[in-house]
């Protein structure tokens, strides 16, 4: 599958996943447990691995976006930013990775969805007014 670059297309084609399970992140050397992603910082790995007790959710952005595409995690942490939905966000080699505290997985879920059509256009019903020789109308097509 070849990776897209139009941030319309990567929208419209995205397909939010919630991974099974629950996350948290630590900071450790040992590779004791399987992770899910690791990040290397000048004070250790962090790593983020599975846990009962974790207080993340990761969802999974179902689309294979390119390493040159630009604005799809940007629009993505701002539209949940905008909903109040803390997020880490990481960019992966094929699918992104959306983390968010455990009791918010299903508004992100829904606010991702939502990202995948674009809003409805309205319907406008222009009024028609005239006075004399003087009549406006809503443009059409043959204007």
């Given at each position: 599958?070849?990776?897209?670059?139009?941030?319309?297309t990567?929208?419209h084609?995205l397909?939010?996943e919630?991974l099974?399970?629950r996350?948290?992140?630590t900071?450790?050397?040992?590779?004791?447990v399987?992770?899910?992603?690791?990040?290397?910082?000048?004070?250790?790995l962090?790593?983020?691995?599975?846990?009962?007790?974790?207080?993340?959710?990761?969802?999974r952005?179902?689309?294979?976006?390119?390493?040159?595409a630009?604005?799809?995690?940007?629009?993505?942490?701002?539209?949940?930013?905008s909903?109040?939905?803390?997020a880490?966000?990481?960019?992966?080699?094929?699918?992104?990775?959306?983390?968010?505290?455990q009791a918010?997985?299903e508004?992100a879920?829904?606010?991702l969805?939502a990202?995948?059509?674009?809003a409805p256009a309205?319907e406008?019903?222009w009024?028609?007014l005239s006075?004399?020789?003087v009549?406006?109308?809503?443009?059409?097509?043959p204007d």
């Amino acid at each position: 599958m070849p990776a897209i670059h139009d941030l319309d297309t990567l929208l419209h084609e995205l397909a939010p996943e919630r991974l099974p399970g629950r996350y948290r992140y630590t900071v450790s050397e040992a590779a004791h447990v399987a992770v899910l992603a690791t990040v290397s910082e000048d004070e250790g790995l962090t790593r983020i691995e599975p846990a009962e007790d974790g207080e993340w959710v990761a969802i999974r952005l179902r689309v294979h976006s390119a390493l040159e595409a630009v604005g799809l995690t940007a629009t993505v942490a701002g539209m949940l930013a905008s909903r109040g939905i803390p997020a880490n966000m990481l960019a992966g080699y094929h699918h992104d990775l959306v983390l968010v505290p455990q009791a918010r997985g299903e508004d992100a879920i829904a606010a991702l969805a939502a990202l995948r059509s674009p809003a409805p256009a309205l319907e406008i019903e222009w009024p028609v007014l005239s006075s004399g020789a003087v009549r406006l109308r809503a443009p059409e097509s043959p204007d």
